[in-house]
Each structure stands twice: as structure tokens, then as C-alpha cells.
Nanobody, 123 residues
Framework: VQLQASGGGLVQAGGSLRLSCAAS????????KGWFRQAPGKEREFVAA????????YYRDSVKGRFTISRDNAKNTVYLQMNSLKPEDTAVYYC?????????????????WGQGTLVTVSS
């Protein structure tokens, strides 16, 4: 069972990136999915979550209106579209899956984690 995150990179402030997280080894179509991030010296924090159906989504306040989480269950993949990026968005971004079908903001509820992809936003 593996979650593989990709799409990170270096971008200037105001730019955009799209992160992808592909699952292998099993299907996660009935799982809630989430994106978290961890900046150097800081704790891992919630960014966005989505229910198994994609109908319900959740965002931390600082990314609302800029980030969009989505999923394609046929491809076993979840995405995070990040627009209007700011230097404070710089972090390693992790995708995760939870058995809570509705999704959740709680990091402890996620039992499956990807390896992380680095996003660096320059000013």
C-alpha cells in the first residue's frame, strides 16, 4: 500500500502548482483524503481534506480561496491545486488517507501517508 505524492517544486510568489497523490496497492475510493504540510521547525498542519465522494471539502483558513482539493476515484488519485502561492506556503506537502469516509482535519485520523513533496515559494 503506497501513496505517491508529486508535483512540488520552486515557484515565485503569486504562482501556481498542482500536487498529485496516486495510490497503489489497494483502492482508496471509499477513504477520505487529505493534504498536510510541514515547514522546517514546525509541526505538521492540516491543509485540505475531501470526502470519499468529493462532495465535501475542508480547508485551513489561510488557504481558502487559493487552494482546491479534488479527487478522481477512477484513477485512485487526489489533487491539490495551489494558486496565488505565498512564501509562507513553503513546506513539504504530504497526502494521506483515512478510513473516515467524510474526511477530517485531524492528522491523527489518517493511517496512510505519502512520502511528501517539497514546495518552495520564493518572494
Amino acid at each position: 500500500v503506497q501513496l505517491q505524492a508529486s508535483g512540488g517544486g520552486l515557484v515565485q510568489a503569486g504562482g501556481s502548482l498542482r500536487l498529485s497523490c496516486a495510490a497503489s496497492g489497494r483502492t482508496f475510493s471509499s477513504f477520505g483524503k487529505g493534504w498536510f504540510r510541514q515547514a522546517p521547525g514546525k509541526e505538521r498542519e492540516f491543509v485540505a481534506a475531501i470526502s470519499w465522494s468529493g462532495i465535501s471539502t475542508y480547508y485551513r483558513d489561510s488557504v481558502k480561496g487559493r487552494f482546491t482539493i479534488s479527487r478522481d476515484n477512477a484513477k485512485n488519485t487526489v489533487y491539490l491545486q495551489m494558486n496565488s502561492l505565498k512564501p509562507e506556503d513553503t513546506a513539504v506537502y504530504y497526502c494521506a488517507a483515512t478510513t473516515l469516509t467524510g474526511g477530517t482535519t485531524e492528522v491523527g485520523a489518517y493511517g496512510y501517508w505519502g512520502q511528501g513533496t517539497l514546495v518552495t515559494v520564493s518572494s
